[in-house]
């Protein structure tokens, strides 16, 4: 992971952390403390395989208002306000006021203008009723592509693990 999620300079970015490809994408050091390693690793290695196929984008974004004070989302939800300026943003918004849950691990872009927002499990993890919710709006309101990965172990015999 480390060789993989530092930047070419290997050069530590303001504020500590492990660049990807941007400066402001930056993979918090708390991720790489022992217990916090797995809760993330899915993420940042679903991230690392779209930023191959073109794409950028976030692990730390909140698409509502709420804890608007949480330095870790800041960079990401600017970036969601400057690419949804419109109705939608304010539609969503509205409509998730309050509600923290169920919010996708992902949020991709590419310079091309196209989005979308990923929810990543490990095998056969279950998807809340929030979560489900939650795509839906951003479909509904922001009209973009929403999509839930898995990701299986390579040595994995069956597709059917437990959650």
């Known amino acids: 992971m480390q060789k993989m999620s530092t930047n070419p300079g290997n050069q530590k970015p303001k ?10 994408d930056c993979i918090p050091e708390e991720v790489f403390k022992q217990n916090r390693m797995a809760c993330f690793f899915k993420d940042y290695f679903t991230l690392y395989h779209y930023r191959k196929k073109g794409w950028n984008g976030y692990v730390w974004f909140a698409i509502g208002e709420w804890e608007p004070n949480i330095c870790k989302h800041v960079a990401g939800r600017k970036k969601i306000e400057k690419r949804f300026r419109g ?3 304010k539609e969503i918004r509205k409509a998730r006021k309050c509600i923290k849950k169920g919010e996708p691990n992902l949020f991709l872009y590419k310079p091309n203008g196209d989005t979308m927002f990923l929810l990543v499990r490990i095998r056969n993890r279950t998807v809340s ?13 922001l009209k973009v592509d929403v999509g839930i990965v898995r990701l299986w172990p390579k040595n994995s ?4 693990a437990s959650k």
């Not at 504020?15 to 402001?24: K, N, P, V």
């Not at 009723?129 to 309101?141: N, S, T, V």
């Not at 015999?157 to 059917?160: A, D, E, R």
């Open 15 to 24: 504020g500590g952390g492990h660049c990807l490809l941007e400066e402001e």
């Open 87 to 89: 109705q939608g943003l």
């Open 129 to 141: 009723c929030p979560q489900y919710e939650c795509l839906a709006q951003i479909r509904k309101f």
């Open 157 to 160: 015999s069956s597709k059917t």
